[in-house]
């Protein structure tokens, strides 16, 4: 039991250090150099949904799905004032970024752009994710509500043996 309190005392760590602002797109008002409006929390509501069905469509793990939006999340606290054109293309290099963290095998660049009805290039795609991982210190494993809700479970399940 002392494994499971100090795996997940440091997890708990590990979420408070990479956690991103939790004011982040309320902070970042306005409008980019080029008159686009900055992402809101309302777009972010959007494109969260729409890589949830993206992560169904390519049959990705329920770690790759919540990795991906943490990742989303993170890349958007890091970088004030993301301009809503950028916001699709940050989220398909989110989940490419998860899932070659998670996955056996990904979905390729080519896959991704086209599930992205084509709204950008691979080039694009490829030079996204170069600014996230960036953007991210290159950090890119931590822990999800995924990671907690497992947590969670192993410790019902120890403390009903426990109680049987």
């Known amino acids: 039991m002392p494994t499971k309190k100090k795996n997940h005392s440091h997890q708990r760590d590990r979420e408070a250090e990479l956690a991103p602002s939790p004011t ?3 902070d970042a008002h306005g409008r980019s150099s080029s008159g686009e409006e900055f992402v809101t929390p309302q777009m972010r ?4 949904s729409w890589v949830v069905e993206v992560a ?16 989303l999340d993170r890349f958007l606290s890091s ?5 809503r054109g950028v916001l699709q293309l940050a989220a ?8 070659k963290e998670q996955e056996v095998s990904h979905p390729s660049v080519g896959r991704l752009t086209a ?3 084509n709204c950008f290039r691979s080039e694009d795609l ?13 950090r890119v494993a931590g822990p999800t509500a995924f990671t907690f809700l497992h947590l969670y479970v192993q410790a019902l ?6 109680q049987q």
């Open 157 to 162: 399940a120890m403390m009903g043996a426990v």
């Open 126 to 138: 490829l030079r996204m994710e170069r600014i996230l991982l960036d953007a991210l210190e290159f």
């Open 45 to 48: 509501l959007i494109v969260a």
């Open 24 to 26: 982040h797109l309320e």
């Open 56 to 71: 169904e469509e390519f049959g990705l793990q329920q770690e790759t799905l919540h990795l991906s939006v943490a990742l």
């Open 115 to 117: 599930i992205s009805a």
């Open 92 to 99: 398909v290099a989110a989940v490419l970024v998860a899932s």
């Open 79 to 83: 970088t004030r004032g993301v301009p």
